[in-house]
């Protein structure tokens, strides 16, 4: 292990913690074990962090071991996982907020370093302005400098140690934005969603999700060189969470993230950490080249384990039949050596194999078959929506059929919810009518508070509310990982916030309903969950009305997209996607219609009359078809990265299409 070496200061800009913002870390040396953990810096252009062999042990067993990485400036490591794989722990190690037992984390030399978490912030007595700026220490000590050296070089001071001190104060300062930098914090808070009005207020006024998101803007205000980020999609709303991957894509930092959003994961990620069974595997390279990369990684692993294990059964077959004869003694304790190195070697194959392809515990989402309703599932005319004396919506109307899915969108506060509650009749309109057709059975999810039997345990619940058999009852909640008595037998008043809506969506599962009101169902679920109730969704043979901020969970499942666009409901063919296609292209959305309209055949395009097409356009047609093609096979690997068929064919194509780009550039310049 590395000694410790004469230590930099580090300045570490803890996002939500207002009392440590100006402390700092050092990079330290710790004895564990008799054994050395050093924490160093180092000077280096690129790399802001290198992390290795790293080794973090809980209550004396592994969380994770050997796991080594680095994060250069402008590098985005996403970290992979399922929960409890260490993801949260590794960020906090990075900061020195929790030891390591094992392996040495090494920051540039003056590395700055800036944490947002899911943590209240301590002081609520700050306003939003000033909590927004508190993790800015470092630039407001540079602006101090600058002042006092300013005042030096007015009164004569000119030499060389005060011009470079001067030089290097100002070089930063600028690096973060200049003397407006305090501007561009109030702007980070606006694009995160918070007016104007709300930069006076005191923290105490604000929500937990608006605590939440100004932690965030605090964590960029600071101008760090590595910007560490857990959740930081939570309690985003779709704009904001556009504006945040604009930020990140341009931000001149190194940034190591732990998210749920794919596609925010695939907007910005440059590189991934995948945390599994307590290794470290690297992926180099955008989130859907990870599933794809970890695919081939699995598939070369087993041709390793097989390729090494016929060689180890030949070589034993060997030593078998020589070990005996003098004249091959030596030649059979040559292949015993031989067979020792194989093993280790097919070992390590066997163990990333495994790592690769382990079967994680996920929730399992097999929806009952509903019974059949009317064509017409809802009708809402005239409706008039508002909260808080605040007008949400004004003169929606909507319809959804039979096996439609629908998916609600606008921003923060727009009515969404509030729609939805008033649906179900949690609420009464303003105004309106609503009417549910013929034999539709709801079901609704909250985002907020799930009205569960609070009286008995889980299992009590689930049998109470889904009317199963107590053995059919104990299946439906393993599959939610409510596994064992322990886990069935607690009493529903002491669950967690995750293990109510874990709770309430077996419930959901098991009602047979025929219609879905789905307000956040992907809150508390990892990746592979969500992705679990994504297939379901799909497949799901009712209706469904959905508001969540997951867009691929969006653009998957919604047929039609109908968003609140000053305070009336608009409507759009497709889901997330589309609808970003139309907003861009500057097509009118129609209100919402009494049904949903079939899409209109576009007219054939008028032959051409003089000569066929030129080579140029024949390869860019080939293109576009072949890029279409491309992003459908990545969903489908995305989907099912193991079918090795697909991933032949998505390499045959991606090579295609590399040559036809060199191609087209040729006959573009020729032109």
């Known amino acids: ?13 803890r996002a939500n913690r207002v009392d440590t913002s100006s402390a700092g870390i050092r990079g330290h040396g710790v004895q564990h074990n008799g054994r050395r953990i050093s924490s160093r810096v ?12 790293l080794r973090k042990e809980l209550s004396g067993d592994p969380l994770f071991d050997g796991v080594s990485f680095s994060v250069d400036r402008g590098q985005r490591l996403a970290l992979a996982g399922q929960n409890g794989a260490g993801k949260t722990t590794l960020l906090r190690a990075i900061i020195g907020e929790t030891t390591i037992q094992g392996g040495e984390i090494a920051l540039q030399k003056g590395a700055r370093i800036a944490l947002h978490d899911q943590r209240p912030p301590r002081d609520r007595g700050l306003t939003l302005r000033e909590y927004s700026i508190s993790g800015a220490t470092a630039l407001v000590r540079i602006e101090e400098d600058l002042r006092e050296l300013e005042q030096a070089m007015a009164a004569g001071t000119h030499d060389s140690a005060t011009l ?11 690096h973060a934005g200049g ?14 969603g918070f007016r104007d009005a709300d930069l006076d207020r005191q923290l105490s006024t604000f929500s937990g999700g608006e605590l939440t998101r100004a932690s965030l803007a605090r964590a960029m205000a600071g101008d760090p060189d590595l910007l560490l980020l857990d959740e930081p999609t939570n309690h985003l709303d779709v704009e904001s969470l556009e504006w945040l991957e604009r930020e990140l894509t341009t931000i001149d930092a190194a940034v190591i993230l732990v998210a749920h959003d794919r596609w925010f994961l695939e907007s910005v990620t440059t590189a991934v950490l995948e945390l599994e069974g307590g290794r470290g595997l690297y992926f180099s390279g955008p989130w859907h080249q990870w599933r794809i990369e970890r695919a081939t990684r699995a598939q070369a692993a087993a041709k390793s384990v097989k390729r090494t294990g016929a060689d180890i059964e030949r070589l034993e077959r060997f030593v078998e039949r020589f070990r005996y004869k003098k004249s091959k003694a030596k030649q059979a304790q040559a292949k015993i050596t031989q067979i020792g190195r194989l093993e280790q070697e097919r070992k ?42 605040k007008e949400l919506i004004e003169g929606g109307s909507l319809v959804i059929e039979r096996e ?9 506060g727009s009515g969404k919810t509030t729609l939805l509650e008033t649906l179900v009749g949690h609420r009464q309109p303003d105004a309106g009518k609503i009417r549910f057709g013929h034999g539709v059975e709801p079901a609704y999810f909250s985002q907020h508070e799930v009205e569960l039997d609070e009286r008995g345990t889980v299992l009590d619940c689930a049998v109470a509310m889904t009317g199963l058999a107590r053995p059919q009852a104990q299946n439906l909640l393993g599959k939610f990982l409510f596994s064992g008595y322990s886990e069935q037998e607690k009493q529903v008043s002491v669950l967690s916030g995750g293990e109510r809506r874990r709770l309430s969506l077996a419930v959901i599962v098991a009602s047979g309903a025929n219609l879905l009101v789905l307000d956040e169902p992907t809150n508390h679920l990892d990746l592979e969950s969500r992705e679990a109730l994504e297939v379901a969704l799909e497949a799901f043979p009712g209706a469904v009305l959905l508001v969540s901020h997951d867009r691929a969970l969006l653009d998957a499942v919604a047929e039609r997209t109908v968003a609140i666009e000053g305070h009336a409901l608009r409507s759009y063919d497709g889901g997330w996607a589309d609808l970003l296609q139309a907003r861009e292209e500057g097509e009118a959305a129609s209100p919402v219609a009494a049904a949903p309209q079939p899409k209109e055949p576009k007219a054939a395009k ?16 080939r293109i576009t078809t072949l890029e279409t093609k491309i992003e459908q096979l990545e969903t489908k690997l995305a989907e099912d990265w193991t079918n090795m068929d697909t991933l032949t064919e998505y390499r045959t194509s991606r090579d295609e299409l590399q040559e036809l780009l060199a191609r087209w550039e040729a006959l573009f310049e020729s032109a």
Request: aromatic share 6%; charged share 30%.
């Open 179 to 192: 003397w407006g930098w305090r501007d561009r914090a109030s702007s980070m808070l606006r694009g995160l």
């Open 1 to 13: 292990m590395a000694g410790v070496r004469p230590l930099h200061r580090i300045h570490c800009e």
């Open 164 to 174: 470079r001190r001067y030089s290097e104060a100002q070089e930063r300062l600028e």
């Open 404 to 412: 439609e899915h629908v998916a609600l969108v606008g921003p923060n």
């Open 348 to 389: 390590k194959a066997a163990g990333e194999l495994e790592n690769l392809t382990r079967r994680r515990r996920n929730l399992g989402f097999e929806f009952l078959k509903p019974a059949r309703s009317g064509r017409i599932v809802i009708e809402i005319e005239g409706l008039r929506l508002s909260a808080g004396g």
């Open 606 to 621: 008028p032959a051409a009359t003089k000569k066929g097409p030129s080579e140029l356009e024949q390869v860019e047609r």
């Open 42 to 53: 180092y000077s280096d252009d690129v790399s802001v962090l290198i992390a290795s062999n």
